[in-house]
């Protein structure tokens, strides 16, 4: 699964890692995902050595290639993604995911076009792919011994898989008793080190970087820059697959905030590039009980506090998002909003994607709910486009639908127990 040949390009084409807050300049193979001044590091690339034209048709070119890094829906975008050597590149086929046109779906949130990106259909289930397959490449390339991170579940089920593939050990924190068994059990079947802390993923993850150094642990969740650029495919392959036609809306779930500082950064790259003539705005999604993003919005950025995060949206429940500066910053460029919704609100919107045929797991429907949300507050349009981003799988939670289903709610698809006879299933079936 790794690619085994170089990669096919001018290799001095590279970016620079730079301080998000003081900008100085780090080599660009650093093992660290901070600044000394505490500032994140992202990645910048020198966009005038390419031309919009030559992008679209080299990305084109590669859909039909048999080479493992150009069928790779991350790899393919790979002159904006890593100048990692090729021998060094773990791939899995991640990205290449739906987009579906749900009709019935925009029907209920209220708008006329409604397209859903389903990231939920990535290797182990979930976007984090997109970005594991870069930040452990890197890794590799980097000579790291022991990759880590701190997760609520996906993020560890994509590094533990990647890790494997890699041949390297692995190193994941989860917070006990908060994870779904469905995703605990990919990172132990995976083979990675699985340590559950009493404690929740903030404090996991404040754990990972303060004994990383000493443990020589290699990072990588969303702090770790190279992980943001692979999960920026998700918006040149949306953006592809429109024909570059700019949607009005893209609206995604807030957690660590990894995705909105990604999909922004991406966003921005093509306007410069001249890959696409406007920007849409972004709207990011909050769970009610995991909130500080969109509390700082409501604030007018004036003020910004963690909070005990608590919601059914076990994926983004983190109440100090790492990645805020990058996100706020992106919400600002692209004239975006954030909200938050209730987890009746998210579990009604997942039993409605699920329904419609396509499925997800709880925190991607908190994006579809926003939407709902912001067109009964009149804040979009009727007439908009809009995308909803949908981050996980729907077997990523198994116990959340079927508690939903077999419960009194709103779009409950209860199971009817009859008597093993013919008459009982025909008045069952009648009735439909």
């Known amino acids: 699964m790794s690619s085994s040949m170089a990669i096919d390009r001018d290799l001095k084409v590279k970016p620079k890692v730079r301080c998000i807050q003081c900008s100085a300049e780090k080599n660009l193979w650093t093992t660290v995902s901070s600044c000394e001044c505490g500032g994140l590091l992202e990645i910048v690339w020198p966009l005038g050595e390419y031309e919009a034209s030559w992008l679209k048709d080299t990305w084109a070119s590669r859909m039909g290639s048999l080479l493992a890094i ?19 590149i773990i ?24 397209y859903l990106k389903h990231e939920g259909e990535n290797p182990t289930g979930s976007f984090k792919d997109r970005g594991m397959t870069v930040g452990v490449s ?30 390297m050990r692995c190193v994941v924190l989860l917070p006990a008793g908060k994870v779904s068994a469905a995703k605990l059990s990919q990172s132990i079947a995976y083979g990675a080190k699985t340590i559950a802390i009493r404690g929740d993923f903030d404090k996991a993850l404040s754990l ?22 692979g999960q920026k495919t998700v918006m040149y392959e949306l953006l592809e697959s429109l024909r570059w036609e700019v949607p009005d809306w893209i609206f995604l ?16 790259e093509m306007r410069s590039l001249g890959l696409i003539d406007s920007l849409p705005r972004i ?14 919005y409501k604030s007018g950025w004036q003020s910004y506090s963690p909070v005990k995060a608590e919601t059914v949206a076990t994926a983004i429940r983190i109440g100090d ?30 039993a409605m994607v699920d329904g419609a045929g396509v499925g997800c797991e709880p ?14 507050e009149r804040i979009i349009s009727p007439d908009s486009k809009v995308v909803a981003v949908l981050t996980g799988h729907i077997l990523k939670d198994p116990d959340a639908t079927f508690m939903y289903h077999t419960s009194d709610n709103r779009f409950s698809n209860k199971i009817i127990e009859v008597d093993a006879d013919p008459k009982s299933i025909i008045s069952v079936v009648e009735s439909l």
């Not at 779930?253 to 921005?268: C, D, E, H, V």
């Not at 908190?366 to 949300?373: F, L, Y």
């Open 283 to 296: 709207g990011v999604v909050q769970a009610e009980g995991a909130a500080p993003f969109a509390h700082a």
């Open 253 to 268: 779930p807030g957690g660590n905030l990894g995705n909105t500082s990604a999909f922004g950064k991406a966003l921005l």
């Open 321 to 350: 998002p790492v990645n805020y500066q990058k996100a706020r910053r992106v919400v600002q460029e692209l004239d975006g909003l954030v909200t938050s919704v209730s987890d009746r609100e998210i579990l009604d919107a997942k």
């Open 208 to 229: 990972l970087q303060s004994t990383a150094p000493q443990l020589g642990l290699y990072i990588l969740n969303s702090v770790n820059p190279w992980r943001l650029e």
């Open 138 to 167: 890197v890794a590799r390339h980097c000579g790291a011994a022991i990759v880590a991170c701190a997760s609520t579940g996906n993020t560890s089920a994509s590094l533990a898989s990647y890790a494997a593939i890699a041949d």
């Open 91 to 114: 791939t899995r086929g991640e990205g290449n995911t739906g987009l579906y046109n749900v009709p019935k779906l925009a029907d209920w949130v209220g708008v006329d076009t409604l």
């Open 70 to 88: 150009d069928r790779s829906g991350v790899w393919r975008f790979r002159e904006l993604v890593s100048p990692v050597d090729g021998e060094a």
């Open 363 to 376: 925190a991607s429907a908190a994006s579809v709910a926003g939407i709902r949300k912001l067109m009964s």
